[in-house]
Structure formats: structure tokens, C-alpha cells
């Protein structure tokens, strides 16, 4: 299988406080990887380590087999689309607030046109192309959050929690959502989250993550059913 993202001995801390000691993850090309855990557990600090934000101490991370860093911060970060459980919306226009990555890139206009329309409608929000992000619910807001993130056409999605603040309906007709464009792009996604639910209903893979550590991968199946370890066990609630 085609490996997009690899990680070797990663070592990540934070106020002198080791968060994260990877011993090793492969992230495949067209993958939905799920990262479950507790709390406080080290799933924030492992994404921004991945979107260059955080600067692992040790190890290795490699981008189709190169070491990272062998592309500038902005060439990587041009690269990928993180989306926040709190949605970052600029003080203008849905329409603009899409449009913002893409014109960061400097496209031509009619490309910015045509992508922005092509994704407020693929998440529903056409209608709402030119009201200001700050007149948004939390569901329309995380709904311009992702139409951003696909309309720089990523080669990897980074997913914080990005449901956890909103309503049960609002939560489950974007999980529907996602999870019918991310069949439909193919995009390798990386989604942190502590809902098993969640996990199950949009994953390929999911890595339990205990203090700072990667203790199982598998099928959603395979680790719902088979956890590897008792402290697995109690997480999953088994």
C-alpha cells in the first residue's frame, strides 16, 4: 500500500514533559485513520506535530519517504488542511472565508470561483455564500471550516475533534456528510477524536492512544472486539 505519511522513534515534549513517544505509524495514501483516546492523552499535540506546529525532540517523520523537513514549513503546510474543533472563521463572508487558502496560493479567479461554489454546495451552504462567518451556528461554521479544507485540494486532512462541540442532530448529518466526501475524494484523513462511535462509523483504521503512546491499530472490528491490553480494555468501556 501506497504510505503517504511514516514516523519512526517520535519523541514530542511539552514544558519538559515527554507527550508523546511514537514508536512507529504508517499512514497510507486514501486511509481515514482514527486516533481514540482519554483526554489529556496527547491526540492534540500528536496533530500539531504533524501540521509543524509542535517540533518533536526526536524520531523521524517522513512525507512520501523524505524526511519532512526537507520541505519549507509553508511548502508542507501548503500541503495539508487542519480543521479545529472551534471553527477559525475571518471577520467577511463565507464565500471568503472559503476562498481564503486558495487565494493564498495566488489561482486565478475563475478557478477560486468555481472550487468555492463547487464546495459550499457539496456541504449544503450555497444559500449562505455571502453572509459573514460570525453570523453562523456552530454547525454551518464547522461545516465553511471543512468546504476550506477541501477546496485546497489537501493530500492530508487533519480532523481535531471537529464535532465535539456541536449538538447531537448537527453532529450526526456532518458525520454523514464527511464521511460521503471523504469516499467520494479519497482523501488521506487523520482524525483525532474520543467518540468510539465516531471511530467505528469513519474509519478505516483506528490507534488507541494511551499516555502519549500508540498501544493498538487495527480494523475498527478488530480493536473494538479484541483490545490488547487491559488498560485497552477499560478505555473502550469492554
Not at 49 to 71: C, D, F, I, M, S
Request: net charge neutral; glycine share 8%.
Amino acid at each position: 500500500m501506497n504510505t503517504l505519511l511514516e514516523i519512526r522513534d517520535l519523541v514530542v515534549r511539552r514544558d519538559k514533559r515527554e507527550v508523546l513517544g511514537i514508536q512507529s505509524l504508517s499512514v497510507h495514501r486514501g486511509e481515514v485513520l482514527a486516533i481514540v483516546g482519554p483526554n489529556g492523552t496527547g491526540k492534540s499535540s500528536f496533530l500539531l506535530t504533524l501540521a509543524r506546529l509542535l517540533e518533536p525532540e526526536h524520531g523521524e517523520l517522513l512525507w512520501n519517504g523524505l524526511p519532512y523537513k526537507q520541505h519549507s514549513a509553508l511548502a508542507y503546510r501548503r500541503r495539508i488542511a487542519l480543521v479545529l474543533q472551534e471553527p477559525l472563521l475571518l471577520d467577511t463572508s463565507v464565500f471568503e472565508n472559503v476562498a481564503i487558502g486558495l487565494r493564498y496560493r495566488r489561482l486565478p479567479s475563475a478557478y477560486i470561483k468555481e472550487s468555492v461554489n463547487k464546495w459550499l454546495e457539496r456541504v449544503g451552504l450555497e444559500a449562505l455564500h455571502g453572509r459573514n462567518g460570525a453570523r453562523l451556528s456552530g454547525g454551518e461554521a464547522q461545516r465553511v471550516s471543512l468546504a476550506r479544507a477541501f477546496a485546497i485540494n489537501p493530500e492530508l486532512l487533519l480532523l481535531d475533534e471537529p464535532f465535539s462541540a456541536l449538538d447531537a442532530p448537527t453532529r450526526l448529518r456532518l458525520l454523514d456528510d464527511l464521511k460521503a466526501i471523504l469516499a467520494e475524494t479519497g482523501t488521506t484523513t487523520i482524525i483525532i477524536t474520543h467518540d468510539l462511535k465516531e471511530a467505528a462509523y469513519l474509519a478505516t483504521r483506528v490507534a488507541v492512544m494511551l499516555h502519549g503512546h500508540i498501544v493498538q491499530i487495527g480494523a475498527p472490528q478488530q480493536v473494538f472486539s479484541s483490545p490488547a491490553s487491559p488498560d485497552v480494555a477499560a478505555f473502550l468501556g469492554i
